[in-house]
């Protein structure tokens, strides 16, 4: 991978492995599973995140919806990635909730479930030279707005997780916590996540040394430790603390 490359997928109507193209071979997608349950596409439990805010707005007009989830603010290594998903409301797919919430093999099943139902997704990373070069709140807001943008159907509204706007041109609502509320936010996390995780795997093949594959990113004991032997690798936040210190 360009370590300063950003990139937009809008990959709905896609094999979930289009999400992994970028410049070069393909990222290994997750595993594929065979969904036999016989209740595909049942609401989500009651515990979990809910499509009643999505079913209000429909109820009014108000369509398509999607939801917007971002995931790698705190890395010190890697891009920050965000995801839009618009839900098919007649095939909701089960098992969703906050990505955080869910083990490796709950959210790569679950983004499958999502890959083969949704309306529309998309996904954007911005690297970490644009990180760098405009901080990572702003890269996060253009992460959000990049995915929105290359959705394949225009929303006519917003879910987004958090308390901070994108620029977007779109009427919106800001949700704190949203990803264990609104079951579309909950799937823009999950696939944001999946998206994300498998680029550091890609990005630990062409820098071994700092433990990409499992830590993703995060300033673990032997990410820190690499840092201080190795130096930064053109994947590292050059204006993150850590790696600025190194």
């Known amino acids: 991978m360009d370590a300063a490359a950003s990139a937009v997928f809008p990959v709905a109507s896609r094999p979930p492995s289009a999400l992994y193209s970028l410049r070069g071979p393909a990222l290994t997608p997750p595993s594929r599973r065979t969904l036999s349950d016989p209740r595909e596409g049942a609401f989500v439990t009651a515990k979990g995140p809910h499509f009643r805010l999505e079913a209000q707005l429909r109820r009014k007009g108000v369509w398509p919806i999607a939801g917007v989830d971002e995931v790698g603010r705190g890395p010190l290594a890697g891009p920050v990635a965000a995801a839009a998903v618009i839900l098919d409301p007649e095939r909701r797919p089960r098992g969703l909730d906050d990505s955080k919430a869910l083990n490796q093999a709950q959210r790569e099943e679950a983004f499958e479930r999502i890959m083969a139902s949704a309306l529309a997704v998309s996904v954007a990373f911005v690297a970490p030279a644009e990180i760098d070069r405009i901080n990572i709140r702003q890269a996060t807001l253009a992460a959000m707005a990049r995915a929105v943008a290359g959705l394949s159907q225009t929303p006519a509204y917003l879910l987004i997780d958090g308390n901070d706007r994108p620029p977007v041109n779109c009427p919106c609502q800001l949700i704190i916590k949203g990803d ?67």
């Open 180 to 246: 264990a509320t609104a079951l579309s936010i909950a799937a823009a996390s999950i696939v944001a996540k999946v998206a994300r995780d498998a680029m550091m795997r890609r990005l630990a093949v062409h820098y071994p040394h700092y433990g990409f594959e499992t830590n993703v990113g995060y300033a673990v004991q032997r990410h820190l430790d690499a840092l201080a032997l190795h130096g930064a690798s053109p994947a590292h936040r050059v204006s993150f603390a850590p790696v600025r210190e190194a």
